[in-house]
């Protein structure tokens, strides 16, 4: 990976800064606090988001400000990338917001999350960093924060090999055994729980062999009932075949019966239907009786009255129409009238109205009243007489409508009476139809009740069905015998099935019982001494490299024999100086520092070297590297870089000699609160 730039809008010092970087060896310059690191935290930011207590949206956000954004353009294989992620202050603290990366000319959105794990799989880190705190691979190989690697050396050797086991991803060994040992505990509960299962094994196949001989007498039981069951079921069969002669006999006894009982019906609703029909004849006779005046159709006459109504009240409408149009003129030319009276000038012109003027038009005005109050009293005449004519056609139609009214009941008379004449010839048809029927159907009756009269043939049916209904009852109890033995066989063949399925299942419990306790050895006398020896040869193989780089950059930058540095097993720096131990603690600040930057040298070849598929081995920064140096190391700083093969180097110093070692310099200035970049 290599940075290309960085802008950065409302991030702590700064407001809005662009920092472009060159692909060499480039010195952030500036006073203390000038905001050189903020730089570096954004660019971790841009790359990982925020990190609870160490890199809070807190710390980040410019004081005063409601949102900031980080923008980082980067460089892999050739490819460029650009990640964009923003911060918002809420009520209660700065939180993330969605951000998004381009590449390809393609924008996707995603959310902090999202982001992290792309980065990660962009980077090729482990997966498993996606849901950490910390961004352990690059706090260690690409940037580590000013006195980080110092506090690193300070901790106790059990906390500094865990993270150092952490970083070297070296804790999957113990994660494997902790598994591991879970598996086991879980095949001992599986062995207790086979164990249990195969602890009946001997009752339940003793119990097997006693269901097979009790299936073995169910079935000669029903081998034996088999021949007393065919005599029976032969016996049965022929009084079956005798009632079936006597019910195709019963059977038309019953279809007689029927037609017997059908007929009976018929016969009485015809008589019942008869009567109705005498009834409905009187009735037809009494309203033939009444008579039916003589009227004349006014339907014409009334359709004319109607027109000439019409009409009439279209004139009156008009009139009533004209009346109002004279009122209205003359009011208007009356208040044309009496307002030219009191004028005294022209309201267009201006000029003095004079008196002649005015006189020549209210006598216009009131020649012009007099023709239309004329015009009003010859259209009340004609207004008046309409309305007369009006009431009088109202009255006639009256009259009129009266008497078609009376028409219509009289034309609806004479229908009714045609019908009920044609009806009543209907009727006399029926009554003789249903007298003719009734006669024959009395002279069936009469040869179907002889039959149904004679009782033998249902005597002898019920004797017959008597002996056939105990042949059945006792071929019942035969087959009630052999379901039960056929059940009892059936209940038995389950048992045995289940028996047979509990003991293959005992017996495969027996193998997995075996199969679980090689395992269990497998895994605690081979597996887990086997991890131990792993781990152990892994832990031996980087600290040995670790503590060949350590000593070889320690060399560099200390440049006195008499001051030797190696580390332990627990990867703790050990001081010899003339062949004696110091604690580092007593080593000068120039040489805590060198020791410092030593360890994360030599932390950064290593890393790499074990995470060979990562894609940050282009890029290295270097947060005050040479605080606390002296002049003759300084010097040495330049060695260092010269000897680092990698591309991309940034160096946040305030020391001006460091401009010298580096091919670039961003120089930083704050003023007034405000970080920028001096050209």
């Known amino acids: 990976m290599i940075l290309k730039r960085v802008i950065l809008n409302n991030i702590r010092s700064y407001k809005n800064q662009e920092i472009k970087f060159p692909d060499s060896k480039t010195l952030l310059a500036g006073d203390i606090g000038s905001g050189k690191s903020t730089i570096l935290l954004a660019i971790e930011f841009a790359l990982f988001g925020t990190l609870r207590a160490e890199l809070s949206g807190n710390a980040l956000l410019r004081n005063g400000s409601d949102s900031g954004t980080v923008d980082l353009e980067f460089e892999i294989e050739n490819k460029t990338y650009l990640i964009h992620r923003g911060l918002k202050r809420t009520k209660k603290s700065v939180e993330q917001e969605a951000g998004y990366i381009v590449f390809d000319n393609n924008r996707q959105d995603l959310t902090p999350i999202e982001l992290k794990a792309f980065i990660l799989n962009l980077l090729e880190y482990p997966k498993e960093y996606i849901t950490k705190s910390k961004n352990l691979i690059y706090r260690f190989t690409v940037y580590t924060p000013q006195e980080e690697m110092k506090r690193i050396l300070f901790e106790e050797p059990e906390v500094r090999t865990s993270i150092l086991r952490k970083i070297f991803n070296i804790d999957k060994y113990e994660r494997i055994k902790t598994n591991t040992n879970l598996y086991t505990k879980l095949l001992r509960e599986k062995q207790r729980a086979f164990e249990a299962m195969t602890k009946d094994f001997e009752e339940k196949s003793k119990s097997l062999e006693e269901r097979k001989t009790e299936l073995k007498d169910a079935e000669t039981s029903l081998d034996d009932l088999k021949p007393k069951i065919k005599e029976k079921e032969e016996e049965v069969r022929q009084k079956e075949d005798l009632l079936k002669q006597f019910e195709s006999k019963s059977k038309e006894r019953n279809e007689i019966a029927k037609i017997h009982a059908h007929n009976k019906a018929t016969t009485e609703q015809k008589k019942k239907q008869i009567e109705l029909f005498e009834k409905e004849n009187k009735e037809i006779e009494n309203f033939l009786k009444e008579e039916i005046p003589n009227t004349e159709n006014k339907a014409e006459e009334i359709k004319n009255k109607e027109n000439l109504m019409q009409e009439t009240e279209s004139s009156l409408k008009i009139m009533l129409q004209d009346n109002a149009g004279f009122k209205t003129l003359i009011t208007q030319s009356n208040n044309l009238s009496n307002k030219i009276k009191d004028i005294e000038k022209c309201p267009t012109c201006l000029q003095e109205v004079r008196d002649e003027h005015k006189n020549r038009i209210h006598e216009a005005e009131n020649k012009k009243q007099d023709e239309l109050k004329q015009k009003q009293e010859i259209n009340s005449v004609k207004l008046k007489a309409d309305e007369e004519k009006i009431s009088s056609l109202k009255k006639e139609l ?282």
């Open 398 to 679: 009256e009259i009129l409508r009266k008497l078609q009214q009376e028409h219509l009941l009289a034309q609806h008379k004479i229908k009714a009476r045609n019908e009920r004449v044609s009806k009543k010839e209907k009727i006399a048809e029926s009554i003789t139809n249903f007298n003719k029927e009734i006669i024959s159907l009395e002279q069936q009756q009469s040869a179907y009740e002889k039959v149904l009269d004679d009782k033998s043939l249902e005597q002898e049916f019920n004797s017959i069905k008597t002996i056939a209904d105990e042949f059945k009852k006792k071929l019942h109890e035969l087959l009630l015998e052999k379901s039960k033995l056929n059940e009892r066989a059936v209940q038995i063949k389950k048992y045995i099935a289940l028996l047979e399925r509990d003991i293959n299942t005992k017996l495969e419990a027996k193998k997995k019982l075996e199969h679980s306790k090689f395992l269990h050895n497998q895994f605690t006398d081979f597996f887990i001494p086997l991890l131990d020896v792993i781990e152990k040869y892994v832990m031996a193989r980087i600290q040995s490299d670790f503590n060949a780089l350590f000593q070889q950059w320690f060399s560099i930058l200390v440049d006195d024999d008499m001051l030797q540095a190696n580390l332990d097993e627990s990867f703790t720096p050990k001081i010899l100086q003339n062949g004696y131990d110091i604690e580092y603690t007593n080593l000068s600040g120039g040489e805590k520092t060198a020791c410092a930057l030593a360890y994360r040298l030599a932390l950064n070849k290593v890393i790499n070297d074990v995470f060979a598929q990562a894609k940050t081995k282009d890029i290295l920064i270097l947060d005050e590297p040479t605080d606390g140096f002296s002049e003759e190391q300084l010097d040495k700083m330049r060695d260092v870089l010269d000897q680092l093969d990698v591309k991309q180097i940034l160096i946040v110093s305030h020391e001006p000699k460091i401009e010298g070692f580096v091919d670039n310099v961003i120089r930083i200035q704050k003023q007034g609160h405000v970080s920028k970049i001096i050209k």
